[in-house]
């Protein structure tokens, strides 16, 4: 399985970003799609989840109400939609596929640098 992602770059506070990733190769064995953040010097943060069958999502506090993640199963691709963004909001953005049982994300794709500016 790879995980191919895009978008990302530099925005004001207030602004918008779409982060998309690609999933390809043995999807049937993906089932839970999400997406993680890593600022400089903290841990890594799962933002948002997606359920493949259900679609249910699951949003990290920090980012409940601005940020929705989709996904376009026909595309097999998860988009992560990031509004009213905040200086804290910028870091690196990976997204990752796996399996719901034990929320295991066996799959990332490389990271995307997200800078909000002041």
């Known amino acids: 399985v790879q995980l191919q992602a895009s978008g990302g770059g530099l925005v004001r506070t207030g602004g918008s970003l779409r982060l998309a990733c690609a999933v390809s190769?043995?999807?049937?064995?993906?089932?839970?799609a999400g997406w993680f953040r890593q600022a400089v010097g903290k841990e890594r943060e799962n933002v948002a989840s997606i359920r493949w069958n259900t679609l249910a999502t699951t949003y990290a506090d920090s980012v409940k109400g601005r940020f929705i993640i989709t996904l376009d199963n026909a595309k097999n691709a998860v988009t992560l939609h990031m509004n009213n963004l905040k200086p804290e909001d910028t870091a690196v953005y990976y997204c990752?596929?796996?399996?719901?049982?034990?929320?295991?994300?066996?799959?990332w794709g490389q990271g995307t640098q997200v800078t909000v500016s002041s």
């Open positions: 190769g043995g999807t049937f064995t993906t089932r839970l």
């Open positions: 990752a596929a796996g399996k719901v049982a034990g929320l295991d994300y066996a799959y």
